[in-house]
């Protein structure tokens, strides 16, 4: 019988018109009116409709769209009944990820992940940063380039996204400066990325304290699921666990790869992208012997329920 993870995407998998495939479905438009409701942030299903995109794409509104998407399609599903035997999150798709294992509410997940990225942005205005991909590179290499950028600056890895695509984060300077070390040493490609800010490395410090004051209001409920965490690879064991990992996620790397080296090698062999993309799909390329289903548009949406439901 197979083992299906749902996976969420995070920021950067955003499109103006993300959530139209999910029209005439009443599990997802319930939703999305209802979380449109609860945002902070009026116009939020307006703006995931029709955009403009570079207003979409500000840190603080993509951040609570993505979520609203995602939990809508994740709705869909469950009414279809296509069922998860685990779930796990990309940076910002940890929400949605504990929605799924029945940890938060869709209500506190959408609150929570406006509040992030208001503070997120706030905090990368005030300590101005970048990221930059390194294509082809091992840990050490990536070790070695922040180590020679930490004169520069604050800096660190981001992201280990997949075996040789790391991502570094910190200011400008020390961004910079890694980039051509990474060069030097001998990484195949060094790739800046369009972000307006340094997210998940030391420069987000004051974003994650504002964050933890508002994961304090909030209640957490154990998992029903096995809920898979970025900043551990590991399995989160309690409702009060996931709270403290959520904080620590704003300044710590997203340990993507070994986290879906664990799903696998616990016998995962279904993996669903819930969620607007195919980002995630793109990187579990690299296991054999696994199935790969996506959700971001109608076809994609009707295979996958059609293949899974009641599986």
């Known amino acids: 019988m197979a083992k299906t993870a749902f996976l969420f995407p995070g920021q950067g998998s955003q499109s103006v018109g993300m959530a139209s495939h999910l029209a005439g479905r009443p599990a997802a438009e319930s939703l999305l009116a209802r979380l449109d409701e609860l945002a902070s942030a009026p116009g939020l299903l307006s ?12 840190t603080d509104n993509v951040q609570p769209a993505i979520t609203a998407v995602s939990l809508a399609i994740l709705a869909v599903l469950e009414e279809a009944g296509v069922e998860e035997s685990a ?18 509410s869709p209500g506190d997940a959408l ?12 905090c990368a205005d ?31 890895i981001a992201n280990i996204n997949s075996e040789g695509q790391i ?14 070390a ?8 060094v790739i800046p990325l369009k972000v307006s800010g340094a997210w998940h490395s030391p420069l987000m410090r004051e974003a994650a304290e504002g964050l933890a004051r508002a994961l304090d209001r909030v209640p ?32 710590s790397p997203v ?24 980002v995630l799909q793109g990187l579990m390329k690299g296991f054999e012997g696994i199935r790969l289903f996506g959700t971001s548009t109608a076809e994609s949406l009707e295979e996958t329920i059609g293949v899974l439901s009641g599986a």
């Open 182 to 189: 990474a060069r030097a040493s001998g990484v195949r490609r």
């Open 220 to 251: 957490f409920g154990d998992p029903a699921i096995p809920v898979m965490a970025n900043v551990t690879a590991d399995f989160t064991g309690s409702g009060a666990e996931a709270r403290s990992l959520l904080i620590g996620q704003v300044t």
């Open 167 to 180: 991502v570094l984060s910190g200011s400008t300077a020390a961004v910079e400066a890694a980039s051509l």
């Open 126 to 156: 005030r300590h101005p940063g970048g990221m930059a991909a390194l294509i082809g590179a091992t840990r050490e290499m990536a070790d070695a380039a922040v180590a020679a950028a930490q004169e520069s600056g604050p800096i660190g």
């Open 255 to 278: 340990l993507w790869a070994a986290s879906m080296r664990r799903l696998v090698g616990q016998g995962y062999d279904t993996f669903v992208e819930v969620g607007p993309g195919s």
């Open 87 to 104: 779930a796990a999150g990309n940076s910002l798709g940890e929400y949605p990820a504990l929605v799924a294992a029945g940890v938060l």
């Open 111 to 122: 609150s929570l992940t406006r509040i992030r990225g208001v503070l997120m942005q706030q």
């Open 47 to 58: 703006l995931v409709n029709e955009g403009p995109e570079e207003l979409l794409t500000r």
